[in-house]
């Protein structure tokens, strides 16, 4: 098993920053690619960044694009995501999540085993 903890959400104004960090631990080697997704309100949860373990590979979702820089640590194990200039749209509860498989693609969130709990991220207009 995987155990993946969330930290950094909160509330902010449009157009300041947050960084989220994930913590993973347990059998961590067993993992290939981290993600972060979203759940906003009243909408399905949809992915927001994505990063492997190794290698130089990141994926966004077009309204993270620019905004959003996803990374991570091998060393800790933790993988953080900076949101800079936010929105009232970027709102939600994001997650911290783990796929065993080696992907080509990021958004399907079926291929990911392991969820954190949920961080809140509210973004005031």
């Known amino acids: 098993q995987v155990q993946l903890v969330e930290s950094g959400g909160g509330l902010v104004q449009a157009g300041g920053s947050l960084t989220l960090s994930c913590r993973a631990s347990g059998r961590t080697f067993s993992t290939q690619v981290m993600a972060w997704f979203r759940r906003a309100p009243g909408k399905e949860r949809e992915v927001v960044a994505a990063?492997?373990?190794?290698?130089?590979?990141?994926y966004y979702t077009n309204s993270a694009k620019g905004r959003f820089t996803i990374s991570r640590d091998n060393a800790k194990i933790t993988v953080a995501l900076q949101m800079n200039s936010l929105r009232p749209e970027d709102t939600g509860v994001y997650y911290c999540?783990?796929?065993?498989?080696?992907?080509?693609?990021?958004?399907?969130?079926?291929?990911?085993?392991?969820w954190g709990q949920g961080t809140q991220v509210t973004v005031s207009s």
């Open positions: 990063i492997p373990w190794s290698g130089p590979t990141t």
């Open positions: 999540a783990a796929s065993k498989k080696i992907l080509r693609e990021y958004t399907n969130q079926y291929d990911y085993a392991y």
